[in-house]
């Protein structure tokens, strides 16, 4: 008999995936998680001029929300806050977009908080002894026969911010580096 539960979020980095896991995932005891990420750490940290360390936090704690909601219904309220914030984020930008051009920024840093992240996901399942697969996201950008929606896609990015596709390859090397390392670590 095997249960399975979709709790990804659309739009968590690590930082937030990581306390969500340590929040509300892990009480469900899972006998396997399997992550995917790979795009929404770099795509935040393009947008930042300066880089910031605490980036798309979730700061919602189990003492205060802990009689408010049994956990599925945490999980469904936490997806549709999370994707509004999406859509109206999306809506403010086209707004603001229209008039100037944005810039997309390196940081090398990212790496380096990605794995932190990654790895503090790590030692929570090794401590509670349940087995996980992280998986990287396949990158857009190197992908080879686009389909005309990921061209459009691709032109669109690099229109709306300057740079945005090679700044991404060089996150995306990192993130590969990133994973090599967690897969030699904790293999």
Not at 17 to 41: T, V
Not at 53 to 67: C, D, G, L, V, W
Not at 97 to 116: G, I, W
Request: proline share 2%; hydrophobic share 35%.
């Amino acid at each position: 008999k095997i249960n399975i539960l979709n709790a990804g979020v659309i739009g968590y980095t690590t930082y937030a995936e990581f306390l969500y896991l340590k929040n509300y995932l892990i009480d469900l005891n899972p006998d396997l998680l399997i992550f995917l990420d790979g795009s929404n750490d770099p795509h935040i940290a393009l947008r930042q001029e300066q880089f910031k360390r605490e980036y798309h936090t979730m700061a919602i704690s189990k003492k205060t929300s802990k009689n408010l909601l049994d956990f599925p219904q945490k999980l469904y309220l936490l997806n549709l806050l999370s994707r509004s914030l999406m859509v109206f984020e999306q809506q403010k930008n086209k707004l603001f977009e229209k008039e100037e051009k944005l810039n997309s920024y390196y940081h090398v840093e990212t790496a380096t908080t990605t794995q932190k992240n990654i790895e503090d996901s790590i030692k929570l399942l090794l401590q509670k002894n349940i087995k996980s697969i992280l998986y990287l996201q396949p990158n857009l950008f190197t992908k080879k026969n686009l389909n005309k929606y990921e061209v459009d896609e691709i032109a669109s990015l690099d229109i709306k911010r300057k740079g945005f596709s090679k700044n991404f390859n060089l996150y995306y090397r990192d993130l590969i580096s990133v994973y090599k390392k967690m897969n030699k670590k904790y293999d």
